[in-house]
């Protein structure tokens, strides 16, 4: 049996079970798992471990629900995100401790994705009302063409550990807005606030079966269940390009209308003219911003030779200054990371690294004890080829190289079969324009250490997704198009 969770310090209890139609439920097999605090690895809360039966029952609760929702006014379904959005905001703090107690991220890390992750609300509330079509003329008159959009259908949405919140609302947003009915499956690591925004969204007045929500460890059967599901039309995934590229088979089998938010392997690059206290402002952002845990992290810089010396002493002072500790502790600026195989993977590519002949400037030990922590580490002299460079560290670690000239680090940042994100930092416009053309990314930070915003149409290229999300085009995923032809 799955009882809701009370957590010092949020006012109602969290709940832990399966959300379907409207309902709690434990899972069908009763079984259930634990959510750990990463900051001590004791138990924080027991959720219902949902199974494929309770997944078919949410698409069967979806389904119901998506006639009636789909012809639901624009109008309330922008009112119930905008009352979404006001009751999130309302209860910031409690939210971001939920995510600092589940995640591990440090509090400012918690309240900056939740208001980055009620935006999307607020953003998607105002554009339901937008969603318009158009009237057009065939050129040899006579026929007219009323193009109309009209929600997808019943969604997917799969959704990883490192933002909680916000990667969730920036697809519940645009569904929402769009008519669609969804199933999430939430990362097993941190389901809690995916099931506190399900209990928001009933009390904004979201209809029953509109949202049901699926814990589970089980996440590769699940998930293909509700994929092999003829009821089902659409997947929007964020996690790792492996699980993308499995999920974009399966979706192949029943042409699911697919988004996918992938990995990345972000450059920084430091011109010599870049102005080298907004450089490391910038990079301790891009790079320790959720502690490294986005796939938007600065994942390997790059800096110009004749300033690379001085970037690196005064990036190692900033990360080194860096308090480590729980998540909710005052003055903490970086918590441990979610877990045992994140930790072991960003210090595996620590030491390769530096075998492979980087230098440690700070940090790259892992401390002994409970909990997962790491901590801010610089490393120079970094080999082209190494781990840090080609993998995707997702921890407190920055590997510094260096450069000679424009076309030699395109080359070196270009040379990654993933396009999520890139940063420039240089004072001349034209040449961060000239870069940033020629960088094969789906967006690119000019003298910004983060480029996150509801109003952007985020997303990349190659091997980091397909679709966007936020902006116009986000809700674009949501719609399908169709035309009515008729003679005049
Ligand atoms: P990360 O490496 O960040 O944990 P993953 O891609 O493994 O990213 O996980 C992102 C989401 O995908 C999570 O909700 C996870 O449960 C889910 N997931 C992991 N493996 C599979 C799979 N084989 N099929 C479907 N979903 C999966």
């Not at 119930?80 to 703090?93: K, Q, S």
């Not at 996690?239 to 988004?259: F, N, R």
């Amino acid at each position: 049996m799955t009882t809701d969770v009370q957590i010092p310090g949020i006012s109602s209890p969290v709940p832990t079970g399966v959300f379907i139609g409207g309902s709690w439920r434990d899972a069908s097999s009763g079984a259930t798992f634990d959510v750990l605090d990463p900051a001590d690895e004791t138990v924080l809360a027991t959720v219902a471990d949902g199974t494929t039966d309770d997944v078919t029952a949410a698409v069967d609760a979806a389904h119901a629900a998506l006639p009636g929702f789909a012809a639901t006014p624009p109008r309330q379904r922008g009112e119930m995100l905008r009352r979404a959005f006001e009751a999130m905001t309302a209860r910031a703090d409690e939210f971001a401790l939920l995510m600092t107690r589940e995640n591990g991220k440090a509090t400012a890390d918690a309240k900056a994705e939740l208001t980055y992750a009620a935006e999307f609300f607020r953003w998607f509330a105002e554009e339901a009302v937008r969603i318009d079509g158009d009237y057009r003329v065939a050129p040899a008159g006579g026929t007219r063409t009323i193009v109309t959009r009209q929600p997808v259908g019943v969604c997917l949405l799969v959704t990883p550990w490192n933002f909680p919140a916000a990667m969730l609302t920036r697809k519940l947003g645009p569904a929402i807005a769009a008519g669609c009915t969804v199933v999430v499956k939430p990362a097993e690591d941190t389901p809690l606030t995916a099931l506190l925004l399900a209990q928001v969204l009933a009390e904004a007045g979201v209809p029953d079966g509109v949202v049901n929500i699926v814990p589970t460890l089980n996440a590769k059967d699940v998930v293909a269940t509700a994929m092999a599901d003829p009821r089902l039309r659409k997947i929007s995934f964020t996690g790792s390009t492996e699980v993308g590229k499995i999920l974009l088979k399966q979706a192949a089998d029943q042409v699911l209308v697919s988004s996918m938010e992938l990995g990345g392997n972000a450059p920084f690059v430091v011109c010599d003219d870049a102005d080298l206290d907004a450089a490391v402002d910038g990079a301790m952002l891009a790079k320790m911003r959720n502690g490294g845990e986005a796939c938007t992290a600065a994942n390997r810089f790059y800096v110009q030779s004749s300033v690379a010396d001085a970037f690196a002493e005064k990036l190692a002072a900033r990360m080194g200054a860096v308090q480590v500790g729980r998540g909710d502790d005052e003055g903490v600026g970086l918590g441990p990371l979610v877990n045992e195989e994140t930790v072991a993977k960003v210090d595996r590519i620590v030491q390769a690294t530096v075998e492979a002949g980087a230098r440690v400037v700070t940090g790259g030990t892992r401390p002994s004890g409970p909990g997962f922590f790491y901590p801010p580490t610089v490393l120079v002299d970094v080999p082209a080829g190494s781990a840090a460079v080609v993998e995707e560290t997702f921890g407190p670690v920055a590997p510094i190289a260096t450069f000679s000239d424009d076309a030699e680090v395109l080359e070196l940042a270009n040379s990654t079969p993933f396009g999520l994100v890139a940063y420039v930092f240089t004072q001349d416009l034209a040449r961060g324009l000239r870069l940033s053309e020629a960088l094969e990314f789906g967006m690119v930070g000019v003298n910004r250490g983060v480029v996150s915003d509801p109003a952007a149409p985020f997303g990349g290229v190659k091997q980091s997704g397909l679709g966007r999300e936020g902006a116009h085009e986000g809700l674009a995923e949501y719609l399908s198009t169709k035309y009515v032809s008729f003679p005049l």
